[in-house]
């Protein structure tokens, strides 16, 4: 059922913006589909092997749909889907259909619950330099921040994280973020992520930061916390090991 209103959603979004929605083709992936794996305590590695058969099962049914996993805090395993459109989502649940059934019993004692969303990078919020201090490919260690808004301050949100890019952009910074927004599902209504190499490489430069434009950013920081009646902050670490890669 909840899938079935995340489709319905998303093909709402492309028929209202269908421009933005067929631009977003020709490049890169407009949506993603979020789903944050809850595990009980100390079943990590029970989890990953429920992960590494799954990932057996859709090579095997030729799922063309790729995941990308990152391991929260709190023993939450995010998997990021990309999707360029609404035809999207029901494919893929086409294709998973077609799967042999993995082990659900252990499944059901490793995994606690799953929230599911469909998230939107929001490139205008998001601050990438020319040059990033750490290349795409050296990254391993994700910061995350989200925020779960009280009602009707999105607008206000959004012209915040508007101002800390241009407080970015107008000091050089070498470090880059990205802003997420929730379209629709479970879970907070922004999330940011500033990534590093590792978690000494993120704690060595954020203070840094901070004291390069501390004056100017706290207030700014100030302001985004009070219009949020919820906001967490968390580790994220990559996990390729446990990424699924469709067959070419």
């Known amino acids: 059922m909840r899938l079935n209103t995340l489709v319905c959603t998303l093909a709402f979004l492309c028929l209202v913006s269908l421009p933005s929605c067929a631009s977003a083709q020709q490049e890169q992936p407009q949506f993603a589909l979020w789903q944050q794996v809850h595990i009980n305590p100390d079943k990590a590695a029970e989890y990953e092997q429920v992960r590494a058969d799954r990932n057996a099962g859709m090579a095997e049914a030729n ?19 990309p999707l360029s459109n609404m035809a999207d989502l029901d494919r893929m649940r086409t294709q998973e259909a077609a799967m042999s059934a993995g082990d659900s019993t252990l499944a ?6 799953i929230d599911t969303s469909i998230q939107q990078r929001r490139p205008e919020l998001s601050f990438t330099p020319n040059t990033p201090r750490v290349p ?6 994700y910061r995350g921040i989200t925020f779960n808004l009280k009602f009707g301050t999105a607008n206000e949100a959004s012209e915040i994280f508007q101002q800390i890019r241009a407080l970015y952009e107008a000091n050089n910074v070498e470090n880059e973020f990205a802003v997420f927004s929730k379209v629709t599902g479970s879970g907070p209504d922004f999330s940011v992520f500033f990534p590093a190499r590792d978690a000494v490489d993120f704690y060595t430069q954020n203070p840094l930061i901070f004291e390069r434009l501390g004056p100017s950013l706290r207030p700014l920081v100030t302001q985004l916390n009070s219009l949020s009646h919820q906001t967490d902050s968390f580790n994220s670490t990559r996990r ?9």
């Open 240 to 248: 390729e090991d446990l990424d699924y890669q469709p067959p070419n």
């Open 63 to 81: 799922v063309a749909f790729g995941r990308k996993v990152f391991a929260w805090d709190g023993g939450i395993y995010t998997l990021e889907i």
């Open 108 to 113: 059901r004692e490793v995994i606690h619950h």
């Open 136 to 141: 795409e490919a050296e990254i391993g260690f």
